[in-house]
Every structure is written in C-alpha cells, then in structure tokens.
C-alpha cells in the first residue's frame, strides 16, 4: 500500500500543496483533477524523490520512502513522463530496455533476461512488433505506449503517469487509456494526472480533486465528479448526460450563463417595459393547469414574477447568480422563490406538477430535465422568428419550434402547440446604449458596422423621459405543451 502522510511544498514563499494525504492499493486507477498549478505534477514529484524540501511522509508497505536509493525506488515505482524525447536514433526495444537499467550494474549492458521482460512488455500493449522500429518516427500514441511497456518492463507494480494524454489525438486518447485501465485490472497501482474530467468518469475506479494544494475530493467517479466540484476547479459550470455509455460531461457555454452587469440591465428594463411576459404568462395559466410552476432556465425572471400573479407557487431557476440576483432586488416577499441550480442536470425526489423552459435548452435536454423534475404539464416557449431580433444582419436563430416538435413526432410524444403574438421590444435610457446593446447582441458581421449611424434608423422615439428610444420587435412564440409522463428514456437517461 502506498501512503502519502500530509505532504506539504512551497517553492519559496508561495506554498503548492498542503498536508496532502491519500493511499492507493493494488487494482486502484487514481485519476488526479485540479486545475495548472493545483500541485499535481508536484505531488508526484515529492513521492518520487524528485524535489527535497518538502514535509509529510511517503511510506510504502509501511516503509519511509525517504530512506530509499533511488534504484530501490524504481524496483517498486515506475513514472511515466508526458513526453519523451530520447537524444539520439533508438529503437522501440532500446527504449524499452531503459526500464531494466535498475537490474543492472555499473557497466553492464542489457542481458537475454532483460530483453525477455521488454519483449513480454511490449506483447502486453500490443506493441511488440514495433520492437525494431526508430522510437522518435512513432505516432504520439505508439510512443506513450512504448513509455507504458518501459514501465513495464521495470517491473514496477506502482505506475505513476504525468498527464499521458495531453498531446495524443482522440483516437490514441482512447487506445492509451484503454491499456492503462487493462494494467489496473491486473493489480497494477495506477496514479495518474489528468486536465480532462471526461476521461476520469470514463475510467477511473477513484478520482482524487486538488483544489488550493488540498484534496477537495475523494472517491468513486460519480460521487466525486460533479458540477460543483468543475465549477470550483475550473470556473465554469458543466452538464452530466447520463447515457449507456457513462456519465458524459458537457461544458456550459459561457454566453449561456454569465451576466454581465450591462446585460443584465437591458433584460430588466425591456421584462419592466415591453409587458410580453405578463402576455406569456396569462397564455401559459389557460393551458397549464394547477398551482405549482417552475420556471426553468428563467435568467432576471421576468417570466418567473409575471407568473406570480397566475401560480401560488412560482419557483425561479438559473446557473447564474448575479442573474438570480437581479431577480431578489425585484420580486415582493417570498414569490417567486429563488433556486440556483443547473436545471438541466438536476435531479429530484420531489417533481414539480408543471414546468416551463422559455427560450432555454435543446429538445432533448428539455426532455431530458422535465423527464427527471415534472410530474404534470410542461410547457416549452419558443420564437418562431426565424431570425435573430437584435442582429443587424439578420442571424438565424439556434432554437426553434420546429426542431422541438420533429423531435416530439420521432420519440411518439403527444403534444400541442399555440401561437402567442407580443413586443419583445428593447428600450434605450440613450443611444449611447442603444449602440453598446447592438454590441452585445449582434450576431455576426463586423463589429465596427455597429455604430450611433447605423443604429439610429432603427429606433423609434418614444415621449418617455426615462426611454427615449425603443427597438420595437414584434415576436410570435409558440407554446408546445406535453406531459411529463409520456417522455421516454433519452440516451439512457434514468
């Protein structure tokens, strides 16, 4: 059993890990997350007495590493670089035959006996025909293997690997992984860096998190890896798809959940102005029945409070808590309450009787959601307009009713759909923002088009002392309403 006892590192005065303690056991395939400079490759670099200076113990079989030469240490610990660039022309076998340099003396040269263990290590990846062949004219795949079979042949049954995949393509992404997972199923011990949490739900039996040079996360994949475990790490908010193929993880596009402070502001002065919300919102009450609603993906929830005034109970979702934020300053008393969730990988033991997603999600993450959190209606609100309102080149739009229902028509899903005319228009306090809007939200062509002369003709004047100007867009959305229970599994979704 390996053992590292409160491992503690600073090069100088800026500290990198901080009483860092895990064990790893025969069969175990560690996958190590953390952002660049959480301390990883420094962590392997302590347990292999690669760096001096730091505190803690690292024990093996109950033994202190710290005593050992270094020749000892690689009788039982094999470290496997990135990348290797040998300086001159070596064979695969050459390569290979490195990882014996232990067994041997000072001048002694490689054996029948060493030969042996390289060919059976090679044999073992599937390698051993490119035994003869020059190491440096391998693809980065084979060379990460040949590194693996050197390993191998050191006969070391601790396998420590510094990011094997960063510079592989994907297929040899997989074929290393694949041969990785194969060696811990063998009873190798397998701690190995990664930047792809991808890869570590895929393949790791456990998963360790360093976060500020401490462990924030220990154990089985799909305890340890969650949105909120990435959003630490790595600042960004990710979805979890279950599928038959594992727990796929798709990052969230930041457009999709970052608000910036102007943003922010034009939603709420066109949700306070334009009045389409109060006008969804009495749509929604006569074809959604009950008195429990949640608003799914609901942004500074102008939807979310309109929808007050027809629900008892309202309840308003988003990633975003500056958007969430917006909403607290708005709302009157406890309606509509506040959820800050990723609603499209949430899940619930308590389904809500209806739910609406305005403008938000994919068909099949809609379905996917509601299928998980509803129990009633669901109702899907989307612009028919096929362009872009706020572009001034007319960009398509991403969304549409008519994806969502050829989607509905292949999974067998009943459903209806209802037209619902409105202004979605935006008001301007000056055309200084009216220009920084079309900044914003002008989709393609070049951004300096975007001046007070191509704007102007655009806006009407309106006799209102706090909006001079508006951006009149007539919109027609259409309401597709479905139940809850007639979605089927989507991708093996539970």
Known sequence: MLNLESISFSYGDRPILDGVSLSAGPGELIFLLGANGAGKTTLFRCLLGLLDGY????????????????????ERIAYIPQAH????????????????????????????????LAMEALSKLHMEDAAGRNFAQLSGGEQQ????????????????????????????????????????????????????PQQAMLYASRVIALDGGRIVADGPPRDAVTPALLRQLYGVPARFLDTDDG????????????????????????????????TLAAALRQLIPGDEICDAGCGVGGLSLALTKHFSRVIAADLSADALAALEQRRQGEQPEILHTDILSRRTDTPYASMVFCS???????????????????????????????????GQR????????????????????????????????????????????????????VTAETVLPRLEQRENDTFPLYYPSPTTYIITILNAPD????????
């Open 247 to 278: 727990v796929l993880i798709a990052p969230v596009r930041r457009s999709m959940f970052r608000w910036t402070p102007d943003m922010i502001r034009f939603m709420v002065d066109a949700e306070d102005y334009n009045g389409a919300a109060e």
């Open 145 to 196: 293997l040949v590194l693996l079979a050197r390993a191998l042949a050191q006969e070391a049954k601790i396998l420590i690997l510094d990011e094997p995949t960063s510079a592989l393509d994907f297929g040899n992404q997989v074929r290393v992984l694949e041969q990785i997972a194969a060696l811990s199923w063998q009873g190798y011990t397998i701690l190995l860096s990664c930047h792809n």
């Open 360 to 394: 938000f999600g994919q068909p099949d993450e809609i379905l996917t959601a509601a299928r998980r959190q509803c129990s009633g209606t669901v109702a899907v609100v989307q612009k028919a307009n096929k362009h872009h309102a706020f572009s001034l080149d007319g």
């Open 487 to 494: 979605i089927p599994e989507i991708g093996g979704t539970p």
């Open 85 to 116: 660039h040998p300086a001159f022309a070596y064979t695969v076998l050459d390569v290979v035959l490195m990882g014996t340099n232990h067994r041997l003396g000072p001048f002694a040269a490689p054996g029948r006996k060493e030969r042996q």
């Open 398 to 449: 991403r969304l549409s009713p008519g994806r969502l229902a050829e989607r509905l028509d292949a999974l067998s899903i009943p459903y209806s759909q209802t037209e619902v005319a409105v202004d979605k228009g935006q008001p301007f306090r000056s055309l200084d923002d009216a220009v920084l809007f079309f900044h914003i939200y002008n989709r393609g062509g070049d951004a300096s088009s």
């Open 55 to 74: 505190t803690g113990r690292v024990t093996l079989d109950g033994q202190d590493l710290a005593a050992w030469s270094p020749r000892q240490r690689a």
